[in-house]
């Protein structure tokens, strides 16, 4: 019975939990209602949380802390990814902030530029200044050849060699560049040379032969070995001709498509391009034509004689006698025969040199001109469609027809017979040409990215509403019924009724009673007051006394 009384006793003694109070019940009440509301607004901002895209890949720590830096300056969220390599912002603000940033000249490419001499200490050594400006010049020279759509980075490599006043001494400086393309992407000819070209002009005194540029590959791009053996294919020359049969083609089918119909006419063009340069100089000479004048460079004419007195006749005395006195007949008849043979014999000769004809002709042919076109044109049967029965037939083009088309080709290819174009009109049903033309089929809802991303949007706000719901209805609201419960037994309290208005008498009354209760109250103030007094003089007269009172207080609320 002892022990029984005992147990009873100790049972009756022990306290509940705080968790069994209605004060402990409530507290965990109130932190499962905030652990819910905190679930259910982390679903909310779950749910509204915008889709980031990728604003820069692959930067340096150096511009990822530059551009964090403006970005938050311009109050956009953003976050990482790939260890920190890449950066991510919302959608709708990927190409404002890329444009923000370019404004800045972010990002740098992890390469430092000429801003480098800015920070130029006060007495450094001229080895340290040239180190500096070479470390900027190649900065600038990379930051350059990054603008490029196929190039994805770039290094620049200087080898400056030193001035020197002796002409033996002096030694070209040297360049290398060293290319990461993008991911597909190629550089031809025509760009290696102009990444060359933009080396060498950057560079005082760098040939152009000095520069080596080398992609992420190791192959070199800059050989120009090549180029020194066999002729090889120019890139711009094989589109040039692309181009050319192209438009030949377009101008056709443009022309043709009007008489037949859209997708009745099919053509193709071969073009021939002599892309030789040539330089002629020729120089010739032809005589005059008969019905021209001929034109005099010079003449010359010469006459010569002998004397009248010349010796004739046998030698002797007799010849070397001056002859007689000449006479003349008088009638007029001929001279005696003595006097014919005393003038002398005479000689004339003339000469006369005249122009010939000179042709000095330089010609320069320009390359790209064209040598030969073969255009080959392909026309469908002519569709008939019956509009009783709607069945299509096919009818063959007359012979007018074919002639007509054949005279538009050859105006629109620019027919040359001097040149040796060939041209080949045929007229022949095309496969399928009864069946009716299938219209282009829209792109399924299923594969529209558009769509997708609407129905990406759809499903999030649909998961969200669901998850809140069921905690709203499933944990929030029976947690709340409680609460409720007695919220709605404090609001159905009857409210308090209007005054009732008083009679003469009862206000009288009234304040006959206030007065009394109003001496009352002042006599309990001062009989309290009093009180109060007496424990005071009590306590500073016998403390003990006021101790052994205060200790059995305290016993009895034990």
Avoid: C
């Avoid at 404004?103 to 530029?113: H, I």
């Avoid at 102009?194 to 152009?208: K, N």
């Avoid at 014919?340 to 004809?357: I, K, L, Y």
């Amino acid at each position: 019975m002892a022990a029984a009384a005992t147990a009873d006793d100790f049972a009756g003694n022990t306290r509940p939990s705080f968790l069994q109070t209605s004060m402990g019940k409530n507290f965990l009440l109130g932190i499962g209602i905030a652990v819910v509301l905190a679930i259910m607004a982390g679903v909310w901002m779950w749910s509204q949380q915008p889709e980031y895209r990728v604003l820069f890949a692959n930067v340096s720590d150096k511009d990822g802390g530059a551009i964090t830096a403006s970005l938050d300056k311009m109050a956009i969220p953003y976050k990482f990814s790939e260890g920190g390599g890449t950066i991510l912002v919302a959608s709708d603000q990927v190409h404002h902030a890329r444009l923000k940033l370019a404004a800045e000249g972010l990002p740098k490419g992890g390469n430092v530029g000429f801003e480098l001499m800015e920070n130029q200490k006060l007495g450094v050594s001229q080895f340290h200044e040239q180190v500096n400006y070479q470390r900027s010049l190649e900065g600038e020279l990379a930051r350059s050849i990054q603008s490029l759509g196929a190039v994805g980075s770039a290094r620049v490599h200087l080898a400056l060699p030193k001035p020197s006043v002796f002409v033996r001494d002096q030694q070209k400086p040297t360049a290398s560049v060293l290319l990461n393309l993008q991911t597909g992407r190629v550089l031809d000819h025509a760009q290696v040379s102009a990444i060359v070209h933009l080396v060498a002009s950057s560079v005082p005194e760098l040939p152009v032969s000095n520069v080596t540029v080398v992609d992420q590959n190791g192959n070199l791009l800059s050989d120009t070995s090549k180029q020194n053996g066999a002729k090889q294919l120019d890139p711009n020359q094989l589109k040039y001709v692309t181009q050319i049969q192209q438009g030949i083609i377009r101008q056709v089918e443009s022309l043709i498509t009007p008489l037949v119909g859209q997708g009745n006419v099919r053509a193709e063009a071969t073009a021939e391009i002599d892309f030789a340069q040539v330089d002629t100089a020729a120089e010739s000479y032809k005589p005059n034509s008969p019905p021209e004048p001929q034109s005099i460079r010079s003449q010359t004419t010469s006459e010569a004689g002998l004397s009248a007195t010349a010796a004739a006749g046998v030698p002797g005395a007799l010849s070397n006698q001056p002859p007689g006195a000449a006479t003349a007949p008088v009638d007029g008849g001929a001279a005696e025969p003595g006097a014919a043979a005393a003038a002398g014999p005479t000689s004339r000769n003339s000469t006369t040199n005249f122009e010939v004809d000179k042709t000095i002709r330089y010609e320069q042919k320009p390359m790209g001109g064209i040598k030969r076109l073969t255009v080959g044109v392909l026309v469908n049967y002519r569709r008939i469609v019956d509009e009783k029965t709607g069945k299509v037939t096919v009818k063959a083009l007359s012979a007018a027809e074919v002639a007509q088309i054949n005279d538009l080709v050859r105006e629109a290819m620019g027919y040359s017979k001097e040149r040796g174009d060939t041209l080949n009109v045929t007229n022949a049903p095309f496969d399928g040409v009864d069946k009716p033309v299938p219209p282009p089929q829209p792109i399924p809802w299923w594969k529209d990215a558009d769509t997708i991303a609407k129905i990406k949007e759809g499903l999030k706000f649909l998961a969200a509403l669901v998850v809140l719901s069921y905690l709203f209805f499933r944990i929030l609201r029976p947690m709340l019924r409680p609460v409720l419960r007695k919220l709605d037994e404090i609001s159905d309290v009857p409210p308090l009724p209007p005054p009732r208005v008083q009679t003469p008498e009862e206000e009288v009354q009234a304040e006959i009673a206030r007065t009394q209760l109003e001496e009352m109250e002042a006599g309990q103030a001062q009989g309290y007051r009093e009180n109060l007094q007496m424990a005071k003089n009590l306590a500073k007269e016998d403390p003990r006394v006021v101790a052994n009172v205060v200790k059995a207080w305290v016993g009895a609320n034990e």
